[in-house]
C-alpha cells in the first residue's frame, strides 16, 4: 500500500523542463565545443601516440616515478624518494607560466606520450573514492580545535580577580584556535552564524547581562579569536569578480566592552581554511581556487595582487589553488597585517606549533599526469605534502617542504616536538593493472589502479621534513579515527569492526615502535588527556559484528602504563530510542572538558519522533531536542550525570551550542541566549534572550 | 564508454532522459525544495562530463548517477554556498493538487539519511548492498536505517489514515 502510493507520488516529481535544458547546456559548456574542432588533430595526434607508445613499451623500461616517491628516501626502500623544492616566484608571469604549463599538461592526452605538442581533450578526473576523508576534514579544519591551557595577557584588566574560567580546546599550548564562542572569565563573545552578530555579555556569579550587540560584516560568520582587548572575527564574502569567496578578518577594539569599534580589516582572495593566534599575532589562512580556467586571476590581499615574491611555487603541482596566509599584529593598536604569503597548493589541514605553521596538502594519485609505472607494481593512491612556515613575530617564510603517502584524519594527525615531526596517515594501496585495449589505452592512459588494500602508519620526519622513521603497518584494512600524541607516545584509533587503540613509542624517532594494542567495540572520533594517565574518548559505539553504530560512546582509558592500556568503563547512549548525535564526534571545541575540575560535558541532539494530540487531530511529529550532557567520572565508573535541555522540538540538529565554565558557573551559550548553572547542583541560575 | 562520446549532443540528450529524474527525485527528497533539487541536477550532470566515468551497463550508469547525487546533497548541505542563502519559503508546490502527496510528506519529512535509503530500497528497488554502495555506509546502517524509516512511516502513516 504504501510502496503503490509512494510510487505514484514519486512519478509525479520530475523536475521542469527549463532545469533540463539549462543542466544540458551546462553539460554542453562543460564539454566544451571548442575541442571538437580539433578532433581532427587529435586523431591524427592519438594515431602517432599509439605508434609511439607501442614502441615506447618495447624499448624504455619503466622509471620509477616521483609521485611515489617521498622525502627522505633510504636507499633500497621504495616508496621514499627525492625531496621536491618549493622556491619564491620571481614575477607574475612566473606565476602564470607555471599556470599555464600546468593546464597545458592537463589538457593534452597525447602528451603522455609525446611530448605535448597537441592541445585538447582537457579531463579531470574525479574519483569519488579518493580521500573523502580529505573533504570531511576541510570542513572539521574550519569548525575544530581547541585545548584547556589558559593564555594570559599582560595589562591591567587581566590582573587580578578573574576567576578561574575554560577556555576554547586548543590543540597545542599558546596557539589559540579560533571558536564561535570565547570567554575571558568576565565576559562571554559569541558571533552568531546564523543572526550575522557579536554578542557580548558579562557573566558574573552566574547573573547574565548583555552589554553590546554588533552588526557583523560578511556573508558567513566563520569563527573569532580573543586578544585581550582586541576580538578578531573572521567572515567570508561573495567576491563577484572571482566567483570565489574572500575571508575577511575584522578586528575590533572592545576596551569597552559596551561599544566594540572597529580598527582594522583584512581581506584576502579564498574560502577560510583556519586560523591561529601566537603571542598576539593572529594568522589567517585561506584557500583560493581556480573556479576558471583563467591563469589570470591570482589571489589578493586587501585588493591589490599578492607580490610574486611573496608566492611560493612547489616543483610539482596538482592543482592551480593557492593557499594563503595573512599576519596581523594585534599588540600594535591599529593591529596592522605584518605579513601575507602564498603557496600554489591547496592546503585542508592545518596545524601550529608556537613557532612553525604547518601547511599540508593531499594529492592523488589521479593529479600526476606524468606518471610512470610498472605493472602489478603496489602503490600509494595518494600522498601528503607538508610545508612548514616559520612564524617570527608575524613574519612568515617557508623553511621546509616534505610528503609522505597516505591522508590525515584532522589537525590532531600531526604533532611538533622539538625538531621531530609526528604524523599519522591513512594509506590505500592500488595495484597497477594496464589496460589492454589500444584505444582506451591512448584515450584514458596506459593504467588504471585496482585498489588493494588499506593500513595506517605513524611517521617521523626530521627538520628538513625527511622521513627518518615510520610505524609498523596499523591496522589493517581499516582507517585512522582519531589520533593524539601525549608526550613521545603517539595514540592512534583505527576502526573497521572494532577499536583498536593502538600506542606508539616515538621516542626513538627512526624506530617507532608499537608498545600495545587494545581492542573494545566501537571507536573514538576525538580523544583528550584526563589528566595523569587518563584519556577520554569520545566516539560511537559499534556492532563488533558488523561493525555498525549503534549508539554514542564515552570510554576512559588507563594510559598510565603504555604497554598495557585497559579501559576503565564505558557510557553509552545507544539508539534504540531514538538516533543522537553530537557536535563533539566532528568539533572538538564543542566539547567542555577539564580534568582540574573533573569536567566533562558535550551536547547532545537526539532525535525523536512522538504523537501530538491537537483538536482531536492527532498527527506524529519528527524533531530534535538538544541537551548539554554532563558526565561523571569518579576514578571507577563514567556515568551520565546530569542532562540540561537547551532547545526542544526542533527542526534541525543545533550546532552552536558550546559549553563554558567561569569559577563555579557554568554557561551553556546557543545560537538564541545562554542558560547559566551552577556547576555543584546544576540548577539554572539564570537565562538570557539574545531577541530581548 | 570512450570519452568522445560525451561530447556528442545526442550522447549528452540520452543520459539527461535516462537518469535526470532519478538524480532530481533523490535531491529533491534530501533538500526539500525544487530550486535546490534542479541545482545539484545540474551539479551531477556537469561532473558526469568532467570525470568521463566508464561504464559497463545503465544498471551502472545509474548506480554512478545516484551515487553522486547522494554524495552532492551532501557537500550542499555542508557547503559554504548553501550556508550563505537563506531558503525561499515553498510555495511553489502544489500540495493540494497532489494525490497520494501525504505519502511522500511522511517520507520527507524523515531524516534525510532515512529517506534516501527508503527511496532507494521501494522506489528504486535497490537490494540493502546496493544501497550501501550508494549512500556509503555499511550494510548493517542501512538496515537500520530502513527499520527506522519503516517504524516512523508505520506510525505516521497510520495516524494520518485513521484521520
Keep these: 500500500m504504501f510502496e503503490k502510493k509512494y510510487k505514484s507520488a514519486m512519478n509525479k516529481t520530475l523536475p521542469s523542463e527549463e532545469a533540463l535544458n539549462k543542466t544540458l547546456s551546462a553539460m554542453k559548456e562543460e564539454a566544451n565545443p571548442r575541442r571538437r574542432r580539433k578532433l581532427f588533430i587529435k586523431r591524427s595526434v592519438i594515431c602517432v601516440a599509439a605508434l609511439s607508445l607501442v614502441f615506447a613499451s618495447v624499448f624504455t623500461a619503466f622509471k620509477v616515478n616521483d609521485f611515489f616517491r617521498y622525502s627522505g628516501e633510504k636507499e633500497g626502500v621504495t616508496g621514499y624518494g627525492k625531496l621536491v623544492g618549493l622556491k619564491a616566484a620571481s614575477s607574475k608571469s612566473e606565476i602564470t607560466g607555471v599556470i599555464s604549463d600546468y593546464y597545458r599538461a592537463q589538457n593534452s592526452i597525447a602528451d603522455r606520450f609525446l611530448g605535448g605538442f597537441a592541445n585538447g581533450n582537457a579531463e579531470v578526473d574525479y574519483i569519488e573514492e579518493v580521500a573523502p576523508d580529505a573533504v570531511v576534514d576541510e570542513e572539521q579544519a574550519e569548525e575544530t580545535v581547541k585545548t584547556d591551557d589558559e593564555i594570559t595577557y599582560e595589562g591591567s584588566f587581566y590582573d587580578k580577580d578573574i576567576p578561574e574560567h575554560s577556555d576554547t580546546n586548543n590543540q597545542v599550548i599558546g596557539v589559540q584556535e579560533a571558536d564561535i564562542v570565547k570567554n575571558d572569565g568576565r565576559y562571554i563573545y559569541f558571533c552568531s552564524p546564523e543572526n550575522k552578530m557579536l554578542y557580548i555579555t558579562e557573566a558574573k556569579d552566574g547573573k547574565m547581562s548583555i552589554l553590546s550587540k554588533t552588526k557583523l560584516k560578511g556573508n558567513i560568520i566563520k569563527e573569532m579569536l580573543l586578544l585581550g582587548n582586541k576580538l578578531a572575527v573572521i567572515s567570508e564574502y561573495t567576491n563577484g569578480t572571482n566567483g570565489g569567496n574572500d575571508t575577511i578578518c575584522i578586528f575590533y577594539d572592545i576596551t569597552d566592552r559596551s561599544k566594540p569599534e572597529l580598527v582594522n580589516e583584512g581581506r584576502q582572495s579564498g574560502d577560510y581554511i583556519s586560523s591561529r593566534a601566537i603571542d598576539g599575532h593572529v594568522y589567517i589562512i585561506s584557500a583560493f581556487r581556480q573556479y576558471r580556467k583563467n591563469n589570470e586571476i591570482l589571489p589578493e590581499y586587501d585588493g591589490s595582487e599578492i607580490e610574486a615574491q611573496c608566492t611560493y611555487i612547489p616543483d610539482e603541482i596538482s592543482n592551480t589553488n593557492f593557499t594563503i596566509v595573512t599576519s596581523f599584529d594585534t599588540n600594535a593598536d591599529g593591529c596592522d597585517n605584518t605579513d601575507v604569503i602564498s603557496i600554489l597548493s591547496m592546503s585542508s589541514i592545518i596545524y601550529s606549533a608556537k613557532e612553525n605553521l604547518y601547511l599540508t596538502a593531499t594529492r592523488s594519485i589521479y593529479d600526476s599526469e606524468n606518471t610512470e609505472l610498472n605493472e602489478n607494481q603496489t602503490v600509494p593512491t595518494s600522498k601528503t605534502d607538508i610545508y612548514r612556515i616559520e612564524l617570527k613575530e608575524g613574519k612568515m617564510k617557508p623553511t621546509a617542504f616534505g610528503n609522505i603517502p597516505g591522508t590525515l584524519k584532522d589537525q590532531f594527525s600531526i604533532d611538533e616536538s622539538g625538531d621531530i615531526l609526528r604524523i599519522a596517515s591513512n594509506i590505500n594501496y592500488a595495484t597497477v593493472v594496464k589496460r589492454d585495449n589500444l584505444l582506451e589505452n591512448v584515450l584514458e592512459g596506459a593504467y588504471r589502479f585496482s585498489f588493494s588494500e588499506t593500513c595506517n602508519k605513524v611517521f617521523c620526519l626530521n627538520e628538513d621534513l625527511d622521513v627518518i622513521g615510520e610505524s609498523e603497518a596499523l591496522g589493517i584494512t581499516e582507517q585512522i579515527k582519531s589520533v593524539r600524541y601525549i608526550g613521545d607516545i603517539a595514540y592512534v584509533v583505527t576502526f573497521r569492526q572494532t577499536d583498536p587503540l593502538y600506542a606508539i613509542d616515538l621516542s626513538d624517532p627512526e624506530n617507532p615502535k608499537t608498545l600495545s594494542e587494545l581492542k573494545i567495540d566501537g571507536f573514538s572520533t576525538y580523544m583528550h588527556p584526563f589528566g595523569n594517565g587518563l584519556l577520554l574518548g569520545i566516539g560511537y559505539d559499534a556492532d563488533s559484528k558488523y561493525g555498525g553504530t549503534t549508539g554514542l560512546k564515552l570510554t576512559m582509558f588507563d594510559i598510565s602504563d603504555p604497554t598495557a592500556t585497559f579501559d576503565i568503563s564505558s557510557c553509552i547512549l545507544s539508539w534504540e530510542n531514538g538516533y543522537s548525535d553530537s557536535s563533539a564526534l566532528y568539533n572538538h571545541k564543542a566539547t567542555l572538558i577539564d580534568a582540574k575540575k573533573n569536567i566533562i560535558a558535550i551536547p547532545i541532539s537526539e532525535e525523536y519522533c512522538n504523537t501530538i494530540t491537537e483538536d482531536g487531530y492527532s498527527t506524529v511529529r519528527y524533531g530534535v531536542s538538544t541537551y548539554f550532557v554532563f558526565f561523571e567520572f569518579d576514578g571507577k565508573t563514567l556515568t551520565e550525570q546530569k542532562r540540561i535541555t537547551v532547545c526542544e522540538n526542533a527542526d534541525n540538529f543545533f550546532s552552536s551550542l558550546r559549553g563554558l565554565y567561569i569559577g563555579d558557573y557554568g554557561y551553556l551559550t546557543h545560537n538564541d541566549g545562554i542558560i547559566s548553572i551552577r556547576l555543584d547542583t546544576f540548577e539554572t541560575v539564570d537565562e538570557i534572550k539574545y531577541s530581548e | ?163
Design chain 2, 1 to 163: 564508454m570512450p570519452q568522445r562520446k560525451l561530447r556528442n549532443d545526442d550522447v549528452m540528450t540520452a543520459v539527461i532522459e535516462r537518469n535526470a529524474a532519478t538524480v532530481y527525485r533523490i535531491a529533491y527528497l534530501r533538500t526539500g525544495n525544487t530550486h535546490d533539487a534542479e541545482d545539484i541536477m545540474q551539479e551531477v550532470f556537469v561532473r558526469f562530463i568532467k570525470s568521463a566515468p566508464e561504464f559497463e551497463s545503465t544498471e551502472h550508469e545509474k548506480a554512478w548517477f545516484i551515487r553522486v547525487a547522494v554524495n552532492r546533497t551532501n557537500s550542499f548541505f555542508t557547503s559554504a554556498w548553501r550556508r550563505r542563502t537563506v531558503p525561499l519559503p515553498e510555495e511553489d508546490i502544489p500540495y493540494w493538487e497532489n494525490n497520494g502527496i501525504d505519502v511522500l510528506d511522511a517520507v520527507m519529512r524523515l531524516p534525510k539519511d532515512i529517506s534516501t535509503a527508503i527511496h532507494l530500497f521501494y522506489y528504486e528497488n535497490m537490494a540493502i548492498k546496493e544501497i550501501s554502495d550508494a549512500m556509503s555506509k555499511s550494510e548493517s546502517a542501512v538496515k537500520s536505517l530502513l527499520f527506522r524509516g519503516r517504524k516512523l512511516l508505520r506510525i505516521e502513516l497510520s495516524e494520518e489514515q485513521s484521520e
